[in-house]
């Protein structure tokens, strides 16, 4: 019976060597998994353009998102004229919001630049991905923007409720009592005992 136990403890600590290396082995190598695929093809397209691309369409990211704050910002200046304080406060931080992307945006925009007048592509590529996060950031706050419900719009004067009684109906009075008088007897006990 001892020399069973003592095979049984000697096979599993050879399992677990075995799979310890292996994992050891996997960390050494830095296996990492892949990227989800609409983020590898994403990668795949940013890292295709050339550095020299990718200033030239940061340029054409920051005119778009300045477009989008200058949209947003006409869409406030109108909600304040109208003195709708809901869609003045949702817009005003729409624009915040805007603001900060583009203004990170810019000195992202700094970091590509000395990133291809070095030639280094790596770093091309890093920052070029997060402009165009940032761009996609922006995009989405101008479409929130545009859902910032003020005030009703539909409301005109005090509502009044009309209402009509069907002629179908009958005449009679519900809580009334019927005029002749049901007598119900109870049923007789059939387990009594007399």
């Not at 020399?3 to 960390?27: E, K, M, N, P, T």
């Not at 109108?78 to 817009?91: F, G, I, M, P, S």
């Not at 950031?137 to 009509?164: F, H, P």
Request: hydrophobic content about 40%; overall charge negative.
């Amino acid at each position: 019976m001892r020399r069973d136990q003592l095979l049984s403890f000697s096979a599993a600590a050879v399992i677990a060597l075995v799979i310890g290396h292996g994992i050891a082995v996997a960390q050494a190598q830095n296996i990492a998994p892949p990227p989800p695929p609409e983020l590898a093809e994403g990668a795949a397209r940013q890292a295709a353009l050339p550095p020299g691309a990718q200033l030239a369409e940061s340029e054409t990211f920051l005119i778009r998102m300045e477009s989008s704050r200058l949209t947003v910002r006409r869409q406030l200046e109108t909600a304040r004229n109208e003195r709708d304080v809901v869609k003045t406060l949702c817009l005003n931080d729409k624009l915040n919001q805007v603001d900060v992307a583009l203004r990170s945006a810019r000195e992202r925009r700094q970091g590509l630049e000395l990133a291809v007048n070095r030639s280094d592509a790596d770093l091309a590529t890093h920052e070029f991905t997060i402009l165009t996060v940032l761009r996609q950031r922006t995009e989405q706050l101008s479409a929130e923007a545009n859902q910032c419900i003020g005030k009703e719009a539909g409301y005109i004067g005090d509502s009044a409720v009309s209402s009509s009684v069907d002629p179908n109906l009958p005449q009679e009075d519900p809580t009334e009592k019927p005029a002749t008088e049901i007598i119900v007897e109870p049923p007789s006990c059939s387990s009594c005992f007399k």
